[in-house]
């Protein structure tokens, strides 16, 4: 089993043009989640980007004592921080109190379209009850800008944009609590990159999801709240079986 020890690194927490915090990893937060950080939560987000990178391979081990002598602290914010990890799924505890990163799985990421497609439907139905035509032009600016990158084939900018947009739409729900889950959601989601870029690179995939997305605009421009909640809920199923 192989360890992990790299050296400890500043993450930079800027506010993007889209009005969402923006670590230097070009990782999207909530405004709402971020704030002055803790000893904790330094060694937290540490660990999670390293992880959400693959500098820390899956299965890999995390040694305790290793992670606390870099930052030069107690074992205590270290076991902190871990345990912040496990209750979100970015590793395994077991009875000997050892860490490994959880493993990539086909399976746990069809579990996080399937939670993801019904809060994301929620959100957007919310949106639209609280949508003001701000939020139409800078959709519809997004839409446009994502479908050139679709007819280049430019799968990565493709996915950014298409993460903005998803996230543009959380932030216009103004719901709470819905926003940490999903902001939460939408990181564990990072840890699969690799594997959403392969499928959106498959022949006919990024053109049925931007078929999607102009759907998701059009039922925003047109105010139905009775298509708008299906639509994107199915979005998240565009190739017959969740990716």
């Known amino acids: 089993m192989s360890?992990?020890?790299i050296e400890p690194t500043i993450m930079i927490i800027k506010m993007s043009e889209f009005g969402f915090l923006e670590s230097d990893s070009g990782e999207m937060q909530s405004p709402m989640v971020m704030k002055i950080r803790t000893l904790r939560e330094n060694i937290y987000y540490y660990l999670r980007e390293a992880i959400i990178k693959q500098e820390i391979k899956p299965n890999a081990r995390i040694q305790e004592k290793d992670i606390a002598n870099k930052f030069g602290v107690s074992t205590t914010p270290v076991r902190e921080a871990f345990l912040k990890?496990?209750?979100e799924g970015y590793i395994n505890i077991n009875a000997h109190r050892s860490v490994t990163v959880k493993p990539i799985s086909?399976?746990?990421l069809t579990e996080i379209y399937q939670v993801i497609?019904?809060?994301?439907?929620f959100a957007a139905n919310l949106a639209l009850k609280m949508m003001d035509r701000n939020f139409?032009?800078?959709l519809q600016a997004l839409t446009n800008e994502m479908e050139d990158f679709c007819k280049k084939e430019m799968v990565e900018e493709y996915l950014k944009?298409?993460?903005?947009i998803h996230s543009l739409i959380w932030e216009q729900a103004s719901n709470v609590?819905?926003?940490i889950v999903l902001y939460n959601i939408q990181n564990q989601m990072l840890r699969y990159h690799k594997e959403r870029l392969s499928f959106?690179?498959?022949?006919g995939m990024i053109r049925k999801s931007m078929e999607s997305h102009k759907k998701i605009l059009n039922a925003f421009k047109t105010s139905d709240s009775e298509k708008i909640e299906r639509i994107v809920r199915s979005h998240w199923n565009i190739s017959g079986i969740i990716p």
């Open 85 to 87: 990890l496990h209750a």
């Open 117 to 121: 497609s019904v809060l994301d439907g």
């Open 161 to 164: 944009l298409n993460t903005s």
């Open 106 to 108: 086909h399976s746990e």
């Open 200 to 203: 959106y690179s498959l022949q």
């Open 136 to 138: 139409l032009k800078r």
């Open 177 to 179: 609590h819905l926003k």
């Open 3 to 5: 360890h992990f020890i």
